[in-house]
């Protein structure tokens, strides 16, 4: 069984697109177009709340649901899927997970992965399943502009912000709203086989992306510490050239040290990663508005061989320099 539970506020978006996943891969085993492995059970779904009570989305509109959440419907071979909620701060995130439905709903993702459920978050209900202690010790990721609070909340979950959904056991998390597709497909194709994944991606026009770098607003990241400030302003204006730590540091007025631990601490990454993250965001705005050759291109920020500037490039925003450009 695959049960949908939603909170209060619930993205629109992410419920149907769940559901429909689910629904295009039921049709087309029933049809006989597509296979699913001996002994799996048939696709089945529901929506459920914690009380049994219709659920108000982020839109205002009013979802019916199939029923409360049980935990005796819930063990092994079952998918447990919390689409998200639209949050656009650390603040707003520290509300949603003090309210009392979701605190519920997080001991209700604690229980059932001990049960040995596949247990699937996406956006903001990655805090949700963070404060299960579902993801203590495990790899996860989350929608790119909470990163920052992500880490300040769970310091026991390892965040890999940059990938569009993380898989750790029976647990899969996924970026922000539209990556809930994403993360359904994985799930789908962990219980289904990938060739049916693949075949109600094509069937529903969707594309498989393995990152969410390429979306990330730089400008968002940016934190109220001044020596990070001057960091940040002294790359913008030296990305043509090659930058060692002394130089990033005299420019924070901070030892190395300092400013390695002020970064991580802030943005979760390095002063280096910081570098080529900023270098990728300028590419990246040369590539959407100008005509230059990727090897120019390079060049304007900071990279003398191509090659490695394309590796750096994919590495960052999840597709090559031409990709992005055909985009």
């Known amino acids: 069984m695959w049960t949908h539970l939603i909170l209060d506020g619930v993205a629109d978006s992410s419920l149907g697109v769940g559901l429909d996943i689910v629904a295009s891969a039921a049709r087309l085993v029933e049809s006989g177009v597509a296979k699913v492995p001996e002994g799996e059970r048939p696709l089945r779904q529901r929506v459920v709340s914690i009380d049994g009570e ?14 409360a959440l049980s935990m005796r419907a819930v063990g092994p071979g079952d998918v447990l899927v919390v689409p998200g909620v639209f949050g656009a701060t650390g603040r707003s995130m520290a509300h949603f997970v003090a309210r009392d439905d979701v605190k519920a709903a997080s001991g209700m993702l604690a229980k059932a992965a001990a049960r040995g459920a596949m247990v699937v978050a996406s956006c903001s209900a990655t805090f949700v399943l963070a404060a299960s202690g579902a993801l203590d010790g495990r790899r996860a990721t989350t929608t790119w502009w909470l990163a920052n609070a992500f880490r300040k909340h769970f310091p026991a979950v390892t965040l890999d912000a940059d990938r569009m959904v993380v ?26 086989g990938p060739d ?14 393995e990152s969410q770098a390429r979306y990330m607003v730089t400008e968002h990241l940016r934190v109220s510490d001044e020596s990070i400030v001057r960091v940040e302003r002294f790359i913008a204006q030296n990305l043509g050239r090659q930058l060692s730590l002394d130089e990033l540091a005299h420019a924070a007025a901070l030892s190395p040290r300092t400013l390695a631990r002020r970064l991580h601490a802030a943005l979760g990454m390095t002063p280096h990663a910081l570098v080529q993250r900023m270098r990728v965001a300028r590419a990246t705005h040369l590539l959407d508005t100008t005509r230059e050759s990727v090897e120019s291109i390079a060049a304007r920020v900071g990279y003398a061989d191509a090659a490695a500037f394309r590796r750096v490039f994919r590495r960052y925003a999840g597709q090559a320099p031409g990709a992005q450009r055909r985009r």
């Open 196 to 209: 049916t994944a693949r075949l109600v991606m094509r069937y529903l026009v969707l594309d498989e992306r």
């Open 54 to 67: 219709p659920v108000r989305s982020g839109t205002g509109r009013s979802h019916t649901v199939d029923g």
């Open 167 to 192: 898989e750790d056991g029976a647990v899969l998390t996924a970026g922000s709203a539209l990556a809930h597709a994403d993360v359904m497909l994985a799930a789908l194709a962990r219980r289904c």
